[in-house]
């Protein structure tokens, strides 16, 4: 939880909006469930709550939406489909955030 909120801190420093912040796969499954996406880009964390985040990878992938991985684990940790996802490298600075949103999601 304490990183999720760092992390929000970081987004609203930089300039974005924070859609939801989601600490289980079921909660981050609900709020991809809509067609019309509340949000434009997503980070996953590939751990949550003890579960991995590739089913909601997947979900954002075959919709179209933009998202990284910021992990710990590295793109090691990755399954196969995503190795090539980006992948912020826990722990980060706010600067290396801003650097992965404009690549990920430019404008």
Do not use: W
């Not at 940790?77 to 600075?93: H, I, N, Y």
């Amino acid at each position: 939880m304490m990183i999720a909120i760092m992390i929000e801190d970081m987004l609203l420093d930089l300039g974005h909006q924070v859609a939801g912040v989601c600490q289980s796969l079921a909660a981050a499954l609900t709020i991809t469930e809509p067609q019309d996406l509340p949000f434009d880009m997503a980070i996953l964390d590939v751990n949550l709550a003890g579960e991995r985040s590739f089913p909601v990878a997947r979900r954002l992938a075959e919709r179209g939406v933009p998202f990284m991985f910021a992990t710990g684990y590295g793109t090691l940790g990755l399954e196969e489909p995503f190795r090539s996802a980006f992948t912020l490298k826990k722990p980060f600075q706010q600067e290396d955030l801003a650097r992965a949103i404009a690549l990920v999601c430019p404008a």
